[in-house]
């Protein structure tokens, strides 16, 4: 349910008097907020743009912390689900329609993009530091520890999965679970790629996550009504686009 005096501590802190009794900012369960930092809303403001401890479980739902003492530029809605932690002292940028599921672990100290309608897997781990810095004994040389990192548009990128420093994805991207980890620049390859490993490279080309809602209820109960097929077939003249987007 709501956490009504966090909501409303929240949004007063972060927005003032005027802006943050249109509550942009929804907050459900337990959360430890140790820093609110500066949060920029760069879209019209309206209720519910950033939706914190969303899908929340009644029973042991672990806190959610909120630790931001960088930027953060909200374009257009987020949900970051429950347990999550975010802790940011650089810039974030949420484009928009983004979800971060259960016990997803944000950490920046550079910088990050999340393109719009990408989602994040529960118990996924973002960081674009390494936290340490190491020695290269026979160089004596010591490396910068972070590089920013950008996710595109329409990335699906699934539990457990693990996105290092540097990683930069293109657009209409899907990483499948578990255990994936993504570490540098995959904007070269073709559109509607699948990613899989440790560390992960392409395992299919030519495949789209479906987006549109109506398609996949429709697909759902064409699959229920006839339990004997494997396949749900598009005419070939078909417009990808609008089956896929929302």
């Known amino acids: 349910m709501i ?3 966090s909501t409303l501590r929240f949004n007063i802190q972060a927005f003032g008097l005027v802006k943050g009794l249109q509550f942009p900012v929804f907050i459900y369960g337990k959360i430890k907020i140790r820093e609110i930092g500066d949060i920029r809303i760069v879209c019209p403001i ?3 743009l950033l939706v914190i401890g969303s899908n929340h479980s009644t029973v042991a739902a672990p806190y959610t912390v909120f630790h931001n003492t960088g930027i953060i530029e909200i374009h257009g809605r987020v949900f970051l689900n429950y347990g999550s932690v975010l802790s940011n002292s650089g810039l974030i940028v949420f484009h928009g329609n983004n979800l971060f599921g259960n016990q ?3 950490n920046i100290v550079n910088r990050i993009e999340f393109g719009r309608n990408t989602s994040i897997g529960f118990e996924s781990h973002i960081t674009d530091n390494d936290h340490h810095y190491v020695l290269d004994v026979m160089t004596h040389k010591v490396s910068r520890n972070n590089a920013p990192i950008t996710i595109g548009s329409f990335n699906w990128i699934g539990s457990h999965c693990f ?3 540097g990683t930069i994805t293109p657009d209409n991207f899907i990483v499948a679970s578990p255990c994936s980890m993504l570490s540098k620049d995959y904007s070269s390859l073709p559109p509607n790629t699948v990613m899989a490993g440790c560390p992960a490279h392409p395992v299919k080309q030519g495949i789209r996550r479906i987006y549109n809602f109506r398609e996949e209820k429709r697909i759902k109960e064409y699959f229920i009504k006839h339990p ?6 598009y005419d070939e003249d078909a417009n990808l686009d609008e089956i896929c987007r929302l």
């Open 46 to 48: 309206r209720r519910r």
């Open 3 to 5: 956490n009504i005096f």
């Open 104 to 106: 997803t672990d944000i």
């Open 163 to 165: 996105i290092k420093k």
């Open 228 to 233: 004997e097929v494997e396949y749900f077939q």
